[in-house]
């Protein structure tokens, strides 16, 4: 089955300043990538996705980034904010066949005013 | 967007007796469920895959005895959680993915608020 892992574990960066969290994933069939924001207590929340037909993706201050060759991905949030405190769960999944979700070990995100 | 709701949001029981949780699609449905399951500080485990009208599908090392999951409509799943122990005391969660979605929309999952269960 599919083996997703993810790093930093934990960041803390100051206010202002840009975050990057990576994961690497095992299945190279896995053509759908989401990134999940979760507070405490909460439910995850996505905030950006890339499929396996782009490299890249950008919200605003969320840009994603995909390697297929290198089966890995990326998070960048430019311009951090109080409110980007959270934990952050990378995921991978195949859009055909029985589709679920697997997900990173997370990376809990602080910024420091 | 989608909206999965999950109830009780939080449940606390005495070791030995049964906690069933619900989730539903509210404006959508949902062919397939998926529930996780999530301890302090951890990541999303995933327990099974409920599928309307036929027997849910466990991830290796999850109980289907003790974990009981019906999906028998199109907007509800619901897990039951038999005989709970203190060790089964956790953030339980539900998604869902809308009937035919495809293309750009294809994957997407909607989560439940969740459910945590603590077991004295």
């Known amino acids: 089955g599919e083996n997703v892992e993810q790093h930093p574990s934990t960041l803390s960066v100051q206010e202002g300043d840009s975050a990057v969290i990576k994961c690497t994933y095992s299945?190279?069939?896995?053509?759908?990538f989401p990134w999940y924001k979760q507070e405490l207590g909460k439910r995850p929340q996505l905030i950006i996705d890339?499929?396996?037909?782009?490299g890249e993706k950008k919200d605003q201050r969320i840009a994603v980034t995909l390697n297929k060759t290198a089966k890995h991905f990326s998070l960048h949030i430019t311009e951090t904010q109080p409110e980007d405190s959270a934990v952050y769960f990378c995921a991978a999944s195949i859009t055909f066949g029985n589709e679920k979700l697997t997900f990173g070990t997370g990376t809990r995100l602080t910024i420091i005013p | 967007g989608a909206v999965v709701s999950q109830h009780p949001s939080w449940v606390i029981c005495k070791s030995g007796t049964s906690v069933k949780i619900e989730c539903r699609s509210l404006d959508f449905q949902a062919t397939t469920m998926f529930w996780y399951r999530q301890f302090p500080k951890q990541s999303l485990m995933l327990m099974a895959t409920?599928?309307?009208?036929?027997?849910?599908?466990?991830e290796q090392g999850v109980e289907k005895d003790k974990f009981l999951i019906n999906h028998a409509s199109l907007t509800l799943s619901t897990l039951t959680v038999t005989s709970a122990h203190p060790e089964d005391s956790s953030f339980y969660i539900c998604?869902?993915?809308?009937?035919?979605?495809?293309?750009?929309?294809?994957?997407?999952?909607?989560f439940g608020e969740g459910s945590r269960l603590t077991v004295l």
């Open positions: 299945d190279s069939a896995s053509n759908y």
């Open positions: 409920s599928n309307e009208g036929s027997k849910a599908t466990y």
């Open positions: 890339i499929r396996s037909n782009v």
């Open positions: 998604s869902a993915r809308e009937r035919g979605t495809s293309g750009n929309k294809a994957g997407e999952l909607f």
